[in-house]
């Protein structure tokens, strides 16, 4: 069972206690408004469909990966020894848990828990750490004999960015610090992102193309880290295991072109994102603040049934329902309870639909 929210703060616990594979995916039905799955909508834009479509007149050929790497190289300013392309951020995660061997694995939630579930699937214990709400990290309840951690930037489901200069300090001799930054590009000019530093050691960064531009079928994004860590990983993954139309979606993604539709499309984010959080904040939801990705992390407001959350959560995700609409339970995020829920945010009119069923059913 999930810990409530008000019982946890910024501490280190062990243990499986919520289902770490399920994923917004398992929310959305025919008929449904999908908040849950926080895939930018309306994507991809033509010129990358088309880009992809191209492709498949390749197919005959085995997938050749060096333009798409030499492209995501020059994107971030890293050596092409430095970046591996995988079948999207989650093979990332299984390859890392496959080869590393940590002793003492951490993972700082609540965040995406696919990491976590990858490390345990490969056999390895997990210790977390469980930031309180609003969820910013401090470096110092990591434990100092970690030689594995891995945080979200900005986090999945909390939506929180965290400085540069506060991850940096995780990062040490011995240790390989993963930072998931599958949705730094919903922030305009990636202020916090490390993917271009190479100087830190131990520094794994990951990225997805699915999330920006609407490629959760295709599986496509990559690691960035030391070349050496990088030619391990390769040896563990399937031979061609990126497709050929993922490579062009990785090489189209990473020109300038892609950059500027990406700047363009987060500072459009960034205002919705910030007028979606006033408008719910109206109707008494507690939304945590500071959000920097495509979606909120918004929790029920207390009342008198507060002890009863679970049951609460659960009767109001299902009135959504039958109004039209899904959105991402949070129960299944370590730290999280019931009456949390993570909210995409889309446009102006969708957002107001929710704003407005969920003032129905409070």
């Not at 984010?269 to 990705?293: Q, S």
Request: with cysteine; aromatic share 4%; net charge negative.
């Amino acid at each position: 069972m999930a810990e409530e929210a008000t019982d946890f703060g910024s501490h280190a616990t062990s243990g499986q206690d919520v289902d770490l594979w399920h994923h917004g995916d398992a929310e959305v039905a025919p008929g449904l408004v999908d908040f849950a799955v926080n895939v930018r909508a309306g994507a991809p834009p033509p010129w990358l469909a088309d880009r992809i479509a191209g492709a498949l007149t390749d197919l005959a050929a085995y997938p050749d990966p060096q333009p798409a790497r030499a492209a995501v190289a020059s994107r971030h300013g890293r050596g092409e020894a430095e970046v591996l392309l995988t079948a999207g951020a989650a093979e990332a995660f299984t390859l890392l848990a496959r080869v590393l061997r940590p002793r003492r694995a951490v993972v700082v939630h609540p965040q995406f828990t696919e990491p976590e579930a990858a490390l345990r699937a490969a056999g390895h214990s997990v210790e977390r750490v469980v930031l309180a709400p609003d969820f910013r990290l401090d470096p110092g309840a990591v434990p100092q004999d970690a030689d594995l951690v891995v945080v979200g930037n900005p986090t999945n489901p909390t939506s929180v960015l965290h400085p540069a200069t506060v991850l940096t300090e995780l990062a040490r001799p011995g240790r390989t610090l993963v930072v998931d930054e599958a949705f730094a590009d919903c922030v305009e000019g990636e202020p916090e992102s490390l993917a271009a530093r190479s100087d830190l050691d131990g520094l794994v960064v990951v990225r997805s193309l699915t999330k920006t531009w609407g490629l959760a079928g295709l599986r496509v994004g990559y690691l960035l880290a030391e070349p050496a860590l990088v030619a391990r990983l390769a040896q563990a993954q399937p031979p061609w295991a990126v497709s050929t139309p993922a490579l062009a979606a990785a090489e189209e993604c990473s020109g300038e072109h892609a950059l500027a539709e990406t700047a363009a499309w987060a500072r459009a984010l960034a205002r919705e994102r910030r007028r979606f959080a006033a408008e719910l904040d109206t109707i008494g939801m507690r939304v945590t603040p500071e959000a920097a990705g495509s979606f909120l992390l918004v929790q029920l407001p207390p009342g008198p049934e507060r002890g009863r959350c679970r049951e609460t959560g659960a009767k109001v995700r299902q009135a959504l329902r039958e109004r039209g609409i899904a959105v991402r339970r949070c129960d299944t995020f370590p730290g999280l309870g019931a009456d949390w829920f993570r909210i995409a945010v889309r446009d102006r009119d969708t957002n107001a639909m929710l704003t407005r069923a969920l003032s129905e059913v409070l």
